[in-house]
């Protein structure tokens, strides 16, 4: 069911999360009343996508300014980077995938993003696919009783063991980030600051344990919470164009890059926001 904004159609695309916004160019810098509206839209859906937008890098981090400011990963900030823009993510022969596990994008920073973008600028022939994730459809799929044991617990974020990362920047800059970053004490059960919904607010990628817990016990209920969170009546699976923008909310959501394309070239440009201020 889809419906009219600002000469926008807006057209959902899953049960739980995502819409496809069309009658859009992003070429054409928005009012501050259609960032606003965009907003609202990103808060209600999650997930947004815009199809054969064909923009470029200033595009993209023009649509972004509106609602924080650009994030620098901890390893860019660790080797000296002062300044954010729109980095690559390549996938090819030389270079395998390494986003196919369900995340959150660095919730093991303090100062983690609040918002993400990516844009297709070469995909494979097939595959290659991004699925997401609602963590507040997750939260409200649990029973009452567990629910409220939830809340009020925390749990420790952290790199993990950071093969990726070693793989891409290097064992001795990843140690030098590491301890830097050593990580960050979250709610299991977090409270969104503009929609005021709660979420589940773990992910099996770089939640460590929980606070408090013998690891025995915190490894038993996080497994649970990761496959429940991740399970398919909660997640919407997007197959990507050349030209399509894809923006979500970092903060109740999860996704997956699917690495069936490989060794397949995929290449795609990211940009996320942190907290203005």
């Known amino acids: 069911m889809w419906r009219a904004m600002n000469g926008w159609n807006v057209d959902p695309i899953g049960g739980v999360l995502g819409a496809r916004v069309s009658g859009i160019d992003l070429r054409v810098r928005l ?3 259609e960032r606003a509206d965009l907003y609202g839209l990103l808060l209600e859906h999650l997930v947004l996508v815009f199809s054969g937008q064909s923009i470029e890098d200033p595009h993209q981090m023009d649509l972004l300014a509106a609602w924080g400011r650009p994030y620098i990963h901890p390893i860019g900030r660790t080797s000296g980077v002062t300044e954010a823009k729109v980095e ?6 030389d270079r ?10 660095v919730t093991w920073d303090p100062d983690a993003p609040i918002i993400g973008s990516l844009r297709a600028i070469e995909m494979p022939t097939r595959g290659g696919d991004t699925i997401f994730a609602s963590m507040y459809a997750a939260y409200d799929g649990l029973s009452e009783s567990l629910q409220e044991r939830l ?28 301890a830097q970053f050593p990580g960050a004490e979250r709610p299991v059960v977090a409270i969104h600051p503009d929609s005021g919904r709660q979420y589940l607010n773990v992910n099996k990628n770089f939640t460590s344990h929980l606070m408090g817990f013998h690891r025995g016990e915190s490894d038993v209920l996080l497994n649970f919470l990761y496959n429940h969170a991740t ?3 909660y997640t919407i699976r997007y197959e990507w164009s050349e030209g399509d923008l894809i923006v979500w909310d970092e903060r109740c959501t999860q996704h997956f890059a699917v690495a069936d394309h490989f060794p ?3 290449e795609m440009a990211r940009l ?6």
Do not use: C
Not at 88 to 93: L, N
Not at 96 to 105: A, F, I, R, V
Not at 272 to 277: D, E, K, L, R, S
């Open 31 to 33: 009012s501050d009343s």
């Open 88 to 93: 690559r993510i390549v996938d090819d022969e």
């Open 96 to 105: 395998p995938p390494y986003q196919d596990k369900w995340h959150t994008d």
């Open 151 to 178: 809340v009020g617990m925390t749990a420790w974020h952290d790199m993990g063991p950071g093969q990726s990362f070693i793989s891409k920047a290097g064992g001795e800059l990843v140690e030098r980030t590491r």
């Open 231 to 233: 399970q398919p009546n």
């Open 264 to 266: 397949q070239r995929r």
């Open 272 to 277: 996320t926001v942190a907290a203005a201020g």
